[in-house]
């Protein structure tokens, strides 16, 4: 989980960075920016009746993969479309943050299910400590966001003090903004769904297995 949100959260903030070059240079437009901040604020309210029931019925590991699969997909299809429009890559950018907002909703639902398995191994119960450690995963996803953007739209070749870019930093800007974050979104599916254990399964057997250790500790 500590590898899934570092990674999530520094590519969905790199997003964010990479867009102002993206609409200002590749498409030549900021008014479309405004429209994808308010789409991601949007996207919010749309899966927000949707998690409960949907995570009731197939668990938290499986929607919060599905989540990250659905991100993927979606930068993924804008870097292989063949010359993708502002419409249609804000079209597909509501796909994909609708995606990652299923996964960012029960983010912190899955510490519960790792400090209960903590107790399970180890017979303690330390939620401020798993708590804790968790979200300074996520500070450090903050700080590397800003960070790895900067680096990222400098080797590609972006120079402040043109007024033009060339057609190659240009083509850099727009893999920055699809490319990148579809791979991440993709690391971040394959650590959660292969690499983390508490699938919905194993997480109701650890809710028995839990009472029955507190039993026999009494």
Same mark, same amino acid.
């Given at each position: 989980?500590?590898? =899934? $949100?570092?990674?999530?959260?520094?590519?969905?903030?790199?997003?964010?960075?990479?867009?102002?070059?993206? %609409?200002?240079?590749? %498409?030549?437009?900021?008014? @479309?920016? $405004?429209?994808?901040?308010?789409?991601?604020?949007?996207?919010? %309210?749309?899966?927000?009746?949707?998690?409960?029931?949907?995570?009731?019925?197939?668990?938290?590991?499986? !929607?919060?993969?599905?989540?990250?699969?659905? @991100? @993927?997909?979606?930068?993924?299809?804008?870097?292989?479309?063949?010359?993708?429009?502002?419409?249609?890559?804000?079209?597909?950018?509501?796909?994909?943050?609708?995606?990652?907002?299923? +996964?960012?909703? !029960?983010?912190?639902?899955? =510490?519960?299910?790792?400090?209960?398995?903590?107790?399970?191994?180890?017979?303690?119960?330390?939620?401020?400590?798993?708590?804790?450690?968790?979200?300074? $995963?996520?500070?450090?996803?903050? @700080?590397?966001?800003?960070?790895?953007?900067?680096?990222?739209?400098?080797?590609?070749?972006?120079?402040?003090?043109?007024?033009?870019?060339?057609?190659?930093?240009?083509?850099?800007?727009? $893999?920055?903004?699809?490319?990148?974050?579809?791979?991440?979104?993709?690391?971040? +599916?394959?650590?959660?769904? +292969? %690499?983390?254990?508490?699938?919905?399964?194993?997480?109701?057997?650890?809710? !028995?297995?839990?009472?029955?250790?507190?039993?026999?500790?009494?």
């Amino acid at each position: 989980m500590l590898v =899934v $949100s570092l990674v999530f959260m520094a590519t969905m903030l790199m997003i964010g960075v990479v867009n102002v070059y993206l %609409f200002k240079n590749y %498409f030549g437009t900021t008014a @479309a920016l $405004s429209i994808v901040g308010f789409i991601q604020t949007a996207t919010v %309210f749309i899966a927000m009746p949707i998690i409960e029931p949907a995570v009731a019925r197939f668990g938290k590991k499986e !929607i919060g993969s599905a989540g990250l699969l659905i @991100a @993927a997909v979606a930068y993924l299809s804008l870097y292989v479309l063949p010359g993708v429009s502002v419409t249609l890559f804000v079209s597909l950018t509501v796909v994909g943050m609708f995606g990652m907002n299923i +996964f960012n909703m !029960i983010t912190w639902a899955f =510490v519960t299910d790792v400090t209960d398995y903590h107790e399970y191994l180890t017979g303690m119960r330390e939620d401020g400590t798993v708590y804790s450690i968790y979200s300074f $995963s996520r500070k450090i996803g903050q @700080a590397l966001a800003g960070g790895l953007a900067g680096f990222a739209i400098t080797a590609v070749g972006y120079d402040v003090t043109k007024g033009t870019q060339s057609q190659d930093v240009l083509d850099g800007i727009y $893999s920055l903004a699809t490319l990148i974050p579809g791979l991440l979104f993709l690391l971040g +599916f394959f650590v959660l769904a +292969f %690499f983390y254990p508490l699938n919905k399964k194993r997480t109701n057997q650890l809710v !028995i297995d839990l009472e029955k250790n507190r039993e026999a500790n009494q």
